[in-house]
Nanobody, 116 residues
Framework: QVQVVESGGGLVQTGGSLTLSCQAS????????MGWYRQASGKQRELVAV???????NYADSAKGRFTISRDSGKNTVALQMNSLKPEDTAVYYC??????????WGSGTLVTVSS
């Protein structure tokens, strides 16, 4: 059974930094991509950043220049370093792991709150 567990959320002031971590485990198949999504209250879930095998990354425009995604493929972990946080970054952040069959596995989310 695949498990995806996020950690690292919390309360931070505007301009501060946080690092989110995600561990995926239990898959027979390797994960071809791992990424971070977020969902603010009353809004749809949106992509923040994704990293695929080989290290190619893709960021939402709102994350470019402020957030950095990194992955340890050997350990099936992915991290999201978030700098210069803004109140509009407040959301529940979800980790998604996708295997080569394009099956997605999601964590339960970690809350990030940025105070103004």
């Amino acid at each position: 059974q695949v498990q995806v567990v996020e950690s690292g959320g919390g309360l931070v002031q505007t301009g501060g930094s946080l690092t989110l971590s995600c561990q995926a485990s239990g898959s027979v198949y390797s994960f071809t991509s791992m990424g971070w999504y977020r969902q603010a209250s009353g809004k749809q879930r949106e992509l923040v950043a994704v990293i695929i095998s080989g290290g190619t990354t893709n960021y939402a425009d709102s994350a470019k220049g402020r957030f950095t995604i990194s992955r340890d493929s050997g350990k099936n972990t992915v991290a999201l370093q978030m700098n210069s946080l803004k109140p509009e970054d407040t959301a529940v952040y979800y980790c998604r792991a996708r295997n080569y069959l394009n099956m997605d596995y999601w964590g339960s989310g970690t809350l990030v709150t940025v105070s103004s």
